[in-house]
Nanobody, 128 residues
Framework: EVQLQASGGGLVQAGGSLRLSCVAS????????IGWFRQAPGMEREGVAC????????EYAYSVKGRFTISSDYAKNTVYLQMSSLKPEDTAVYYC?????????????????????WGQGTQVTVSS
């Protein structure tokens, strides 16, 4: 059974930091990429960052570039999203998702339809 367990959300002041974790199980970690998405109330889901687990290459949304860092721990089947210099507009429910990258080109991406499995969300709230 495929599972993605996201955690690490919370309440933080503007300028602060949080680290989100996504623990994956039930599939070959290196055959997939992991993406982090977020959704604020009344807004569409937005791709934030993604990483190809087989080689560590990543991509970031313009809104978070230079502030967020995505990384993989292959030994723990875990992907992290280190978030720094947080802004109130970063407030959202954050989700991690897994999309197959083996034998595919042009993936992973920040497009939600490229992902096969989704975890539950973790709330991030940034106060001003």
């Amino acid at each position: 059974e495929v599972q993605l367990q996201a955690s690490g959300g919370g309440l933080v002041q503007a300028g602060g930091s949080l680290r989100l974790s996504c623990v994956a199980s039930g599939f070959n970690f290196n055959d997939y990429g992991i993406g982090w998405f977020r959704q604020a109330p009344g807004m569409e889901r937005e791709g934030v960052a993604c990483i190809k687990n087989s080689d560590g290459t990543g991509e970031y949304a313009y809104s978070v570039k230079g502030r967020f860092t995505i990384s993989s721990d292959y030994a723990k089947n875990t992907v992290y999203l280190q978030m720094s210099s947080l802004k109130p507009e970063d407030t959202a429910v954050y989700y991690c998702a897994a999309g197959r990258t083996k034998d595919r080109v042009g993936v992973p991406t920040l497009r939600s339809y490229d992902y096969d499995y989704w975890g539950q969300g973790t709330q991030v709230t940034v106060s001003s």
